[in-house]
């Protein structure tokens, strides 16, 4: 491994760097480490470490668990209560040790629980997993995620190897969407329908619609947030705006959900095509974090330009800075959207810059329920 070279040109070292070093060398002395696991004031705070870094070394097998779970459908089988290893193994095509191991592994995680007599049932991540079809359909589409990060520099280096994950989002390789077809945008339009309930709760209850008129969603998918939308505001005139494969989707969802009448459906590129007028609030719902910022700038003004006076744009997606906990959100994206090939996960302060620079004046950072899930601006020009 060489050595990174350092030029002159870098900063002063500040006082809070002098701290910094002087921590980083004490931690990464192996004497220090004995001495804070010996010594009984510095022994949490040791354990909690030692922890932290074994959940690191050990996430992998942690998702490779959970996604096991999934693809066995063990939550589903287990709904109805506990069942004896053996049947789950039958079940499973797999021998009863197998199971055994992956029920043991699956306890330890809280998906599952020991019920006695060589049973088991959910746990209490299992039982809530079960309750947001959501989390199985992304720990589904993991899969192509994993197999891009099979080799993680060679990844963060654009080197060689097809990108799984780019082909699930295949507007993130044709920004035109022209040679989309029905069957390449499906599971990614399902996907997001399926996590589209509970998203749709926050920003909705963070942000009512109740005050406004028409509703243009973009980028809106399979129509689930309009319906959502449509269900907290009867009064709202609503517009979908997405790729023509997509639109094509929205039209039969939401013609099913009795909204035929209510919604125009607008196919198009947000790179391309101009948006439909006539809204008075506009929402972009998990649509700006998976797009460089340039491109974001671009769609911003577009939504802008078409908004009336006193319109407003509502904006919701997960942000890197608004909820505790967020730090496991900032770095999954950080490294998701480099697998998929655009997009970053952006701090609400640099949606307000982005929003800014795009001509809103105005911009209102919202509570949010649970906003580690979705964070909310609101802005207007
Ligand atoms: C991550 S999905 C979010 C979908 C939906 N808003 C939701 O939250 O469930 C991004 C959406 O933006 C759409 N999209 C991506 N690029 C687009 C473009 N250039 N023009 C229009 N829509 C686009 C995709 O087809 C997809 O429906």
Sequence with gaps: MSTVVRHDTSPPISLSDRW????????????????????????????RRAAELFDLCAGFVYSQTLAAC?????????????????????HAAMSPDAMLSLCEAASA???????GMARFGLGPLGAALLGNPGIAAMVRHHAALYADLGDPVALLRGQGRE??????????????????????VASYTALMAASQPMIADIVLAAYPLSGHRCLLDVG?????????AARQAPQLALGLFDLPEVAAIA??????????DRVTIAP???????LPTGADVISLIRVVHDHDDDAV??????????????????????MRDTAKGADGVSAYFEIYLRAMGQGRPRSAQRLRELLNLAGFSQVRVLRTRIPLIAGVIVAKS
């Design 251 to 260: 039209r039969e969802r939401l013609a099913t959900a009795g909204l035929a």
């Design 220 to 228: 809106g998918g399979d129509g689930s947030f309009l319906a959502a």
């Design 163 to 184: 990108r799984r994950l780019a082909h699930y989002w295949p507007y993130a390789l044709d920004q035109s969407g022209a040679t989309l077809t029905r069957d390449s």
């Design 109 to 115: 995680l809280q998906l599952l629980e020991h019920r």
């Design 20 to 47: 910094r070093g002087w921590r980083d060398a004490l931690l990464a002395s192996a004497s220090f480490q004995r001495w804070a696991a010996a010594f009984p004031l510095t022994r949490p705070i040791a354990r």
């Design 297 to 318: 700038t671009q769609l911003l003004t577009k939504v802008r330009t078409v908004l009336p006076e006193n319109g407003v744009l509502l904006l919701g997606e997960p």
């Design 70 to 90: 999934v693809q066995l459908d063990l939550f589903e089988t287990l709904r109805a209560g506990p069942c004896e290893v053996a049947a789950l193994a039958s």
């Design 268 to 274: 198009g590129s947000f790179y391309t095509d101009p």
